[in-house]
């Protein structure tokens, strides 16, 4: 039985275009992992203290650090987005952890910056809350 892959919250065509550019090509991308790269980890906490109550705060730390970079590679490898990265540079290995993270966080960036309203300042990250703490459950 194949695993459930939840799908991934649906980006506009701009920002779309902005995570799957390569980020040594698209300023606006470094924008969007920078937002996401906070965001992210906190919604990927905020789950595992759901899903793993257990954990002490001793425990939870050297857990995250242990399990949260292979978490972004299942999820970068489940939804394929590095087969949709474009203007990568000759020689860059998108396997690489930091490129895979890179990938997760502006993508996970982009999902919250969608949520904003037209002409307000303040995003909402429910979405992306939400969508991790199912990707947790699954594989957390």
């Known amino acids: 039985m194949a ?11 701009n920002s779309t275009l902005e995570v799957f550019v ?4 698209s300023a606006q991308g470094e924008k969007l992992r920078l937002l996401g790269e906070r965001q992210l980890k906190l919604a990927y906490t905020v789950a595992l203290m759901e899903k793993r109550p257990d954990l002490s705060g001793d425990q939870l730390t050297p ?10 590679a ?19 290995d998108l396997n690489d952890p930091a ?3 890179t990938i997760f966080e ?7 910056d969608e949520t904003r309203e037209p002409g307000e300042r303040r995003s909402d990250p429910r979405v992306l809350f939400r969508w991790i703490r199912d990707l ?3 594989y957390g």
Do not use: C, K
């Open 3 to 13: 695993a459930i892959i939840p799908p991934a919250p649906q980006l506009s065509g």
């Open 74 to 92: 299942h999820w970068v490898t489940a939804y394929g987005w590095r087969t949709m990265m474009w203007a990568v540079p000759h020689g860059v």
């Open 63 to 72: 857990y995250i650090d242990t399990n949260y970079p292979a978490f972004m």
């Open 106 to 112: 502006t993508y996970a960036g982009a999902v919250v």
């Open 22 to 25: 390569h980020h040594s090509a």
């Open 136 to 138: 947790v459950f699954i």
């Open 99 to 101: 490129e895979t993270r």
